[in-house]
């Protein structure tokens, strides 16, 4: 058999094979070259969103490029294992076993193993480019859940998920990012190839006659910088990435391989268990409970061991009404209160949103209100279950069989007809099975909305929302049983598809920023569908609460403190019907006491003459400030998975602890003075404890279904058990 030597002289071979450490230079060149680009052209997006000083862009293409190195480290050493392995297979069935027959099976599945990485890697980088596109993040556990929930309707037979849906809208759009995308495969095309080129005319340059650096000098200094950036990037990582103060850059800065691990295996894994994030700190789950307890009013009694949540409430004045008022809630899907009240100088001056805000001067209406999570699972369980949210999968995704005891079971159990309308499918976040199971009557959905009804995006659009709700509101009427009728609308949601019916609309559409428009086509149904129900009489005897499912999705703000917080600023109005105001129960007016969703169902519990003697509510009743002040020490706690932190709101201000940075952030509520800090908890003040208290306890006790039992306190809900004397109940404290 003749050698690859005898075949170039005898001109059979233009160029030899390459040798195996060559193949690792150009497929390792190669791989960081994919990365490397992603992170430039992503530069001028964040560029977009905040001017960096010399400095931090040093720091971050530095801290970049020790993670590209990484992950290109580990992928040749994955490509080379897995061609090993299948070498060896292959081997095994191969009648020729000479050595230069090995060296080519080896590098022939090298070639292979190598090329599929970088195929793989390609695409995460375009799937990443994507995603930070539109939320300036990577590929995070929202990412991931989002994929989950795409992948997983189909094997469990739900009929529509919101992933499918929105994944169907975004390609209905194909023209906002299609471009883009393009740009991106181009740009990377031309580097790949460029390197492909180079390489192999330095690699072969002895064959060829350049004059380029030797191949054994080029081998040498890439192996080198390889092997530094496997070995040295885990300490380099974590001691440059914190210094990166700027979120954006910090994210910019961010490998998509690295960072998407732990929020990938957290997607998944927190479907089973919940594991605390906390920092090095001494604190115990029952010094937690016990702190937890100790700041609820101080007249409180939490005598349940198991359920150390479950508490006798204490007796408080309530507003009092001739007959059990209903009760209409509206969430607004991303409903943003820092939107409100705005007006855009387009050809002409457009209010944004001219309904809701005559609403706030005819409402009592909440300036310091915050959603305590940031989707719409999390904003509709902590409203009507008074709760928080978890930090991980949603509980009403993942523990919908947990006990709970949640607002409309509370109101079904006092007479009220409860009813929950949606414009998706009621399989969309487990609606259906959650809400069925804890107090609504009846859940109408996707299939209950008459063949005419309008639908664009998401599902049914707010007009055809808004005119079945109507429909409802007819039909008990007649009924004289009291009712409980809440909704959620879709207008507001990524990619902002809706009805273009109005010229306002129309022109704000021309300000780039899809949400404007959205905002303006809500105000204008919503006004339709309230003054509609004022003409027909539909709101005598009725309350209605208006809030946000959450903050605005896209993050916004003049700091990166105020544009994470901004993910939980929604209003609250509260409107009474006018047969229902008096001097002693209602008095329209701003108050700005901190509240949050957690505060919705115990307020309305007390309006309706509902309290129960003991529950699991982590919320207060707001009630006494339809009249006045009062609740001036209310707090509101946070949680995030977009940009996986945990908050506590009070009079003094916001404190935020980022797991990502492993930061504590003080800001006041403006949120314009914010200072860092890294308090050890066991030194910590009281507030630090506080808010971790909170994260540890609700999630602790929501993984060890310890919140309620329907068997064990039923009977007690409205009558029955005395309340027990404080000196006999068991304390979970410590000194």
């Excluded at 700027?246 to 998509?256: C, D, E, G, R, T």
């Excluded at 899907?333 to 409100?340: A, I, K």
């Excluded at 300036?367 to 509709?380: E, K, M, P």
């Excluded at 001097?583 to 007390?606: C, F, K, M, N």
Aim: hydrophobic share 45%; charged share 20%.
């Amino acid at each position: 058999m003749k050698t690859i030597d005898n075949l170039v002289a005898a001109g059979s071979v233009e160029h030899p094979p390459l040798s195996i450490p060559s193949l690792l230079i150009l497929w390792g060149g190669l791989f960081l070259l994919i990365q490397q680009v992603e992170r430039f052209f992503l530069f001028p997006t964040t560029l977009s969103i905040e001017i960096p000083t010399p400095s931090l862009i040093i720091k971050t293409l530095a801290a970049g490029l020790v993670q590209d190195l990484t992950v290109t480290g580990g992928a040749l050493a994955v490509g080379s294992v897995l061609a090993l392995a299948i070498g060896l297979v292959a081997l095994l069935f191969s009648r020729r076993r000479t050595v230069a027959t090995t060296s080519q099976m080896f590098a022939t599945c090298l070639k292979v193993c190598l090329g599929l990485i970088a195929l793989a890697l390609a695409i995460i980088m375009m799937v990443d480019m994507s995603y930070y596109h539109w939320n300036n993040q990577r590929m995070n556990f929202v990412f991931f859940e989002y994929v989950a929930d795409f992948l997983s309707a189909p094997v469990s037979g739900t009929q529509e998920s919101q992933a499918a849906q929105q994944t169907v809208a975004e390609f209905e759009n194909m023209g906002t990012w299609g471009v883009r995308a393009c740009a991106f495969l181009f740009l990377e095309s031309v580097a790949l190839f460029a390197w492909w080129r180079i390489v192999h005319r330095m690699i072969t340059q002895k064959r060829t006659g350049a004059t380029l650096p030797r191949p054994f000098v080029l081998k040498t200094v890439v192996a080198i910088i390889i092997v530094l950036g496997t070995l040295g990037a885990s300490p380099y990582r974590t001691s440059i990435q914190p210094s990166i103060e700027s979120n954006a850059y910090f994210m910019l800065a961010q490998n998509p391989i690295l960072f998407s691990k732990d929020a990938a295996r957290a997607a998944l894994f927190h479907h089973w268990e919940w594991v605390s994030q906390l920092p090095d700190s001494d604190l115990s789950v029952d010094a937690a409970v016990g702190f937890y307890q100790s700041s609820r009013i101080e007249s409180a009694v939490f005598p349940y061991r198991r359920y150390p949540f479950v508490g006798w409430a204490p007796s408080h004045d309530v507003r009092h009404f001739r007959e059990p008022p209903n009760v209409l809630v509206i969430f607004v899907e991303g409903l943003d209160r820092r939107y409100l009240g705005q007006t855009i100088y387009a050809d002409r001056p457009i209010r944004v949103t001219p309904f809701l805000d005559s609403l706030k001067q005819d409402s009592v209406y909440f300036d310091n209100f915050y959603s305590n999570g940031v989707q719409t699972s999390r904003g509709l369980f902590a409203t009507l279950c008074s709760y928080y949210p978890r930090q991980g999968a949603a509980a009403m995704k993942t523990r919908s069989t947990s006990g709970y005891l949640c607002l409309p079971s509370l109101l079904h159990e006092r007479g009220y007809r409860t009813e929950m309308v949606v414009g998706q499918h009621g399989s969309v976040n487990n609606l259906r099975t959650f809400f069925t199971e804890n107090g609504i009557d009846r859940l109408y959905d996707l299939g209950d909305f008459p063949p005419h009804a309008e639908r664009m995006g998401l599902g049914m659009t707010d007009a055809a929302i808004f005119d079945f709700m109507t429909a409802r509101l007819r039909a008990a009427r007649s009924s004289g049983q009291p009712l409980f009728l809440t909704t959620l609308t879709l207008s507001m949601h990524h990619p902002f598809v809706f009805p273009v019916t109005r010229e306002e609309v129309k022109t704000l559409q021309g300000e780039g920023d899809r949400y404007l428009p959205a905002l303006r086509y809500f105000d204008s149904e919503f006004e339709r569908f309230f003054t509609g129900l004022q003409r027909e009489s539909l709101l005598k005897n009725t309350i209605v609460f208006v809030l946000g499912d959450h903050g605005r999705h896209e993050e916004l703000g003049r700091t990166d403190v105020e544009k994470q917080v901004g993910h939980f600023l929604t209003p609250l109005f509260i409107w009474l019907d006018d047969s229902l105001r008096t001097d002693e129960t209602y008095r329209p007016r701003t108050v700005g006491t901190i509240a949050s969703q957690v505060d919705v169902a115990p307020t309305i519990l007390a309006l309706t003459r509902s309290v129960p003697n003991l529950s699991p509510f982590v919320g207060h009743d707001l009630s006494c400030l339809l009249v006045g002040d009062c609740l001036k020490d209310n707090t509101a706690y946070l949680t995030s998975v977009y940009d996986d932190l945990i908050g506590l709101v009070k009079d003094k201000g916001i404190l935020l602890y980022s797991f990502r940075k492993e930061r504590f952030y003080w800001t006041d509520l403006a949120m314009r003075s914010i200072s860092v800090d890294s308090p050890q908890s066991a030194d910590a003040p009281s507030i630090y404890r506080e808010l971790l208290s909170l994260y540890l306890t609700s999630n602790i006790l929501l993984e060890q279904n310890r919140i309620w039992s329907w068997p064990e306190f039923k009977e007690a809900l409205y009558f029955g058990r005395e309340v027990p004397p404080r000196s006999t109940v068991p304390s979970l404290r410590r000194s």
